[in-house]
Nanobody, 126 residues
């Protein structure tokens, strides 16, 4: 099993940038699909981006393409989400998640991920 711990959330102005981190620990010998999800107050949890732990293939929600970049540092066992040109609708609780193997073609559905971090809050305000 593996464990995930997010960090890096905070408050930023519209148009600003923020970088989230997710520390991955445990048995990572097998490949994993690593993903970021977010959940705004009163809304469903939605997939933001995903990346394979070893192959590096990436996937993005249409709403964040061109603004967010998902990456991972294999040596540091850390997943990142670089968020640029932030909008008010980007605010919410951000989670990292992991699923064994390659990323599913339904990666954006949270019930495909058995392992989750605790979440980190992102606020976007003037």
């Amino acid at each position: 099993q593996i464990q995930l711990v997010e960090s890096g959330g905070g408050s930023v102005q519209p148009g600003g940038s923020l970088r989230l981190s997710c520390e991955v620990s445990g048995n990572t010998r097998s490949g994993y699909c690593l993903a970021w999800f977010r959940q705004a107050a009163g809304k469903e949890r939605e997939g933001v981006a995903a990346i394979h732990s070893s192959g590096g293939q990436t996937h993005y929600a249409d709403s964040v393409k061109g603004r967010f970049v998902i990456s991972r540092d294999i040596a540091k066992n850390t997943l990142y989400l670089q968020m640029n040109s932030l909008k008010s609708e980007d605010a919410g609780l951000y989670y990292c998640a992991a699923d064994r193997g390659l990323c599913s073609n339904r990666w954006f559905q949270p019930n495909n991920f058995p392992t989750w971090g605790q979440g980190t809050q992102v606020t976007v305000s003037s």
